[in-house]
């Protein structure tokens, strides 16, 4: 994670939105250019991969700012979602919203998200908990896939609460779920992965291990939300089933992480939620050191972390998780895109692979941490096109 492989004075070159040439300008310039290339000139600037997003709640309605400040009193983020708040409220609201005020909502976190240089993001479902709302935060999701230039990966979250139907019967719920929603998702091609909120009083080990099990057998990748708040053995899980990725694990067991590292699981790691929660910050340092491939993503929600901010992620991850500049960038980049089954496509500046870039008002990777808070990208290349350019920015020191 600490190789990023940098090219001084390099230079790429995308053909019908893919990556054909890497290397120095000069090289570039003299061997590989077609006459009519367009060129964009990017002295003083850094160019990065594109960033990648591996784990995000982006499709939902409604906010929930009273439980915001009811935590800041004390209130515990748990409790208040066994009084039926929390994600139950946002699943009232997403189940009375629109296709339309739905995706309205979620273009304005596309949006967002492209001004700081997020090319691709996961979304989840799981403000639904019942067949049709969850599919219809998935066909939002396919249809802003289509129309928006930020790509999106579905995952869907089912098992992201019980629904208040079923209120203290965990296993009627996910045998619903195995029985009347995964079949829908999965013969309508509406996600690529499937996620278990993974907790005490949540879903067991047991109920989540049942979920997945079908859902791998049905041909979707697995993720799970694990060892958040309460260690129960998510991570060791995440390794047991070959998941692709683990998530949160603020509490994870150090064998836990070990099996992670073994098996090949990415570890997800989200500091706006630890952040927002008040929770201790997942302990990037050891699982990286444990040879696990760590990712960062923001969990952009409306409740643990109503945040999409990358500079806020990047300063937490260096500043308070130990992670160095060159782990972060990884972790947003290539490792990301693992997280998200996308390391042969995106992720990084390298032949065959997407042409999906961002270049930086500044011209070394090392700015990120540094200009602490501040979203340093200048332009934005998605499939070899200009989609973002922040005009007012100048390349250049402070
Ligand atoms: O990743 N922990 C579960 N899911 C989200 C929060 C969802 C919400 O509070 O609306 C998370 O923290
Ligand atoms: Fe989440």
Known sequence: MNELGIIKDGAVLIQDGIITAVGTTQALCTEKKPPLATVIDASGKAVLPGFVDPHTHLVFAGDRPDEFAARLRGDHYLDILARGGGILSTVRATRRASMDMLSAGAIKHLNAFLAQGVTTVEGKSGYGLDLKTEVKQLQVMRTLNASHFVDIVPTYLGAHAISEEYAGNADAYIQFMIDAVLPEVVSGELAQFCDVFCEKNIFSVTQSRKLLEKAKMAGLKLKLHADEITQIGGAELAAELGAVSADHLLQASDEGIRQMARAGVVAVLLPL??????????????????????????????????????????????????????????????????????????GSIDVGKKGDLILLAFPSYRYLPYHTGVNLVDTVVKDGSIVFEAKERKPGPC
């Not at 201790?280 to 491939?293: E, H, K, M, N, T």
């Not at 990047?314 to 960038?329: D, K, P, S």
């Not at 990884?330 to 089954?341: C, D, E, F, K, P």
């Open 273 to 346: 939620t630890a952040f927002c929660l008040r929770e201790p910050y997942p302990r990037a340092r050891f699982i990286v050191d444990q040879g696990c491939p760590v990712a960062l993503a923001t969990d952009l929600n409306p409740g643990s972390a109503f945040s999409g901010s990358i500079p806020l992620v990047i300063a937490l991850a260096t500043l308070t998780m130990g992670m160095t500049t060159e782990e972060v960038v990884s972790a947003l980049t290539l490792n990301a895109a693992a997280a998200v089954g996308r390391a042969d496509t995106i």
